[in-house]
T-cell receptor
């Protein structure tokens, strides 16, 4: 069965650079979530989209922005990167605006040097 | 922010043993889910619970949604080496704040299995 696809899997950026992470949800899933997981930490909710509209917002820095496109894929844009942004970034998808049964991608490991 | 407390933090058991872990919250959730995460990989959904008191099984896994909606437990029977990993509980749809569909994750339980 098709899963959530994230790209790239690994990304190395310097401080103050920008990064764009991409997420392709499971086919027919209309809701996308972004989570950030620091080393040894649990995933923290950043932002979610349902039918291309932002549906919820968590602890996402103002330097980050995201959107969901007409084909339901999503991109997380991160600017003015800081060392503390180094983490695993996961995208998850689900079907419907209230379904909490989310399926996660393999993640993007971002390292800021 | 809101955090779910999982216990134990880590467990080291022998192959064939049963495992039990739980998750508690100060807030009510509409749904409880259990995920397993291998190092460097994404969380994999194991079990989803939707009703208070619900007991659900998935192979050797059994999970329950607490009556108070503030807790859940996961049991793994007859553990095998591939059960190694970090297990996370996650609560969704907080009733009090109308949190929608985001998930709040627990602190995780690291399981190690000795052959």
């Amino acid at each position: 069965a098709a899963g959530v696809i994230q790209s790239p899997r690994h990304l190395i950026k310097e401080k103050r650079e920008t990064a764009t992470l991409k997420c392709y949800p499971i086919p027919r899933h209309d809701t996308v979530y972004w989570y950030q997981q620091g080393p040894g930490q649990d995933p923290q909710f950043l932002i979610s989209f349902y039918e291309k509209m932002q549906s919820d917002k968590g602890s996402i820095p103002d330097r980050f922005s995201a959107q969901q496109f007409s084909d339901y894929h999503s991109e997380l844009n991160m600017s003015s990167l800081e060392l503390g942004d180094s983490a695993l970034y996961f995208c998850a998808s689900s079907f419907g605006p209230t379904n909490t049964e989310a399926f996660f991608g393999q993640g993007t490991r971002l390292t800021v040097v | 922010g809101q955090q779910l407390n999982q216990s134990p933090q880590s467990m080291f058991i022998q192959e064939g043993e049963d495992v039990s872990m739980n998750c508690t919250s100060s807030s009510i959730f509409n749904t409880w889910l259990w995920y397993k995460q291998d190092p460097g990989e994404g969380p994999v959904l194991l079990i989803a619970l939707y009703k208070a008191g619900e007991l659900t099984s998935n192979g050797r896994l059994t999970a329950q949604f607490g009556i108070t909606r503030k807790d859940s437990f996961l049991n793994i029977s007859a553990s095998i080496p591939s059960d190694v990993g970090i297990y996370f509980c996650a609560g969704g749809g907080m009733i009090l704040t109308g949190g929608g569909n985001k998930l709040t994750f627990g602190t995780g339980t690291q399981l190690k299995v000795e052959l």
